[in-house]
């Protein structure tokens, strides 16, 4: 394997939209969403190992997290764990992380992927970042894997790029969750991609164009050089993380650099963003049910999403594209169509109920 | 309090309309079904021990719930218990606890009582109880307190009674489970109680109606005349008891004899049949969600049954008119409309995931 090839991995979210499977102390990544006997960021950490020397495969999440990391990726050592003192969004903690690999490896081409979305062709995702990885090697060029829409979803962000023959294209413009007229025009236009937040790029690119868009949170974290990699980063980052401004790499970069380019995945992906996407990738039963950690028995019962904790029995009769979600301490039974508001619900019980429900 | 009153407290029944809650592990009249504080044969009890002398109330049931009763009423003594090594419905272990009682006081005057049964009044119950062993102390008759109906149910049996200006009327006809129309036509008619299972008669009398009615269930018990009371007794029960006829007293004797006579109740009572008759009985939200043992967060939802384990948070949206039920093995979302068909559900279960849910 490449010794110049690395990841960051991101697992500091908290997939709240999963509530109340997934939760602030136990978010998604963390689950076995799919009922695979794997978690998804074990799912995606072997993902990377494919192509990535697994040392060179950076973690990235918050302080809380630590333990849940170490326990689910036990062939992780404590080294590879980028610990967040607190919520910054994407850019900060890229930056610290490509840092550390500078440091490391100056000739360092980097995977950044996030630890909760769902890939199924893992040959054609490790043969998508190889190309990718060749790409950034030899130009000074960011690059981002998007993925051929299906539908005028308007949750996601639109990748526009030149027409062209070149496996590699240029990108023009990034959209962040158009209306529904608009996202069916890009589809009908053909030249627009989904942004599934996978980058490629060197750690001279990425950092050189930190230096110019973001050169305040460039200096902030410059400032550590010399503490990177050593029994001193932890200090400089738990003093110095918290004054990072709060956003995301998209906004910080990609937005504003012109050499952007993006190669369309030839994967399926899925983000699991919300139970409806979850249930699109889970196997159904033939009332078009998907089940998982449940038995049922359902009658005028069907498209439910049902997940139990210790493989309940479930009695249904009459609901019809429905979430049924039990554990331990709550029951969502929630319509599947209104699954947006399950962050306001979240809110909801924060109020009435306090906050160790969430 | 006098020495002569005692009781027959049946708790030997099931409850599978209740399920989940009731289990043939641990039925309905064991479980706190309207989060008071009590359970069902609790409060049964309670209501019983304040006009009848504690010592003198017989408790019915099956063996396997020989422990339940005496962790639930911890005053009750295990001479108190009447074991019935099978379920043989009403009329055999009504005739076997009646000889015992006779055995033990010639001249008592029985109230038997089902365990499971909502009455508020207590006050009320008491009066009604006291006048009905008035009559029965110097009379040979057979009395049941009757209900008055307040809709036409078509679950219950319907007593007709002769109308006159007497406390105490004479019955003319009992009724099982009538047609709509016919229960409409009974409303109508007024002289009409629905029949809740309470009875009351001298032991003599019932003995004496046994004896006339049912001469063989009669003899069968009879021959253990010697050992009732004494550590023969379950030799004796175990030995002869599954042998009697699988009959209710409804039909052994009160629909056979003519000196059956009926008091018009002036209490509220409910049977606690269904999950239905429990919603009627338990306090409401705003939305008519009637809620135990859980906390609630609901939108568009209305007139559902809610009840869970430990006080767990349910977050329900779009649903009326639902039983939702959890419990550790069990989540049940369930018409309240279809309250009746719960029963088959049951045998689904056990057909599908054998019976250690039921």
Redesign the interface.
Known sequence: MNKNYYAILMAGGIGSRFW?VSTTEFPKQFHDMLGTGETLIQKTFNRLSRIIPEENICILTHERYKDLVLEQLPRANPGQLLLEPAMRNTAPCILYASMKIRKENPDAVVLVAPSDHWIEQEEEFAANVKDCFKACAGEDILMTLGITPTFPNTGYGYIEYNRGDDKVKKVVEFTEKPTYETAKKFLEHGNYLWNAGIFIWSVKSILRAFEIFQPEMYRLFKKGELQYNTLGERTFIRKNYAAAENISIDYAILEQSDNIHVLPATFDWNDLGTWGSLYEKLPKDDSGNAVVNA?T?TENASNNMIR?T?K????????DDYI?V?K????????KQ?EQDIKE?LQ??KQ??GED?I
Chains 1, 2 share one sequence.
Do not use: N
């Open positions: 109340p038995r028995l139990t210790g309940k029995l479930v009695v249904i009769d009459g609901l049924v039990e331990k301490k709550v029951l969502l039974i929630y319509p209104k619900v909801k019980v009435k109920f429900l």
